[in-house]
């Protein structure tokens, strides 16, 4: 079995918030960093900074929101160019993974939890960006 001693992080992008995940150093087990609120482009790319630097990261995975229909919804034109930023800035190679119904699907688990999506939308988020991770991990594990 390969070691890996570099993490994956996984992106639930929005426009005002985004849920980050990173994975294990061996890469099975996708793991809820936090929500990042950001009310300037400024203070997204500090708070983004500080995260890569805490860990070391190999790769970013950013979930892209497609339609129903695998066509590119109107918000995956702001997730490309973020993630064309992102590489830019702070050189690590971005992936896409298709992120449809992990909100959804987050927002099932809070119920199940107990707990209201519409009164934990950080928690979504962040249970967004798991999921979008883990998916991609689980994927990639086979290969």
């Known amino acids: 079995m390969v070691i890996y001693e570099k993490r994956i992080l996984g992106i639930d ?3 005002r918030r985004m849920g980050i995940a990173i994975s294990d150093p061996m890469r099975i087990v996708a793991q809820g960093l936090e929500t990042i609120t950001y009310h ?5 790319w500090d708070k983004l900074e500080a995260v890569l630097t805490r ?4 790769k970013i995975v950013v ?7 695998g066509s590119e919804s109107d918000i995956s034109l702001l997730v ?9 800035r702070f050189k690590i190679p971005v992936e896409f993974w ?8 987050a ?3 809070l119920i199940q939890m107990g707990k209201s999506p519409g009164r934990n939308k950080k928690k979504v988020d962040q249970i967004a960006a798991v999921l979008i991770l883990q998916n991609y991990l689980d994927r990639h594990s086979n290969l």
Do not use: A, H, M
């Open 80 to 88: 490309k160019k973020f993630s064309e930023l992102l590489t830019k």
């Open 40 to 44: 300037s482009s400024k203070d997204l």
């Open 107 to 109: 927002q099932e688990t």
């Open 98 to 105: 298709d992120e449809r119904f992990t909100s959804k699907t």
């Open 63 to 69: 979930g892209i929101p497609l339609n129903l229909n």
């Open 13 to 15: 992008f929005g426009r």
């Open 55 to 58: 860990y070391e990261i190999e």
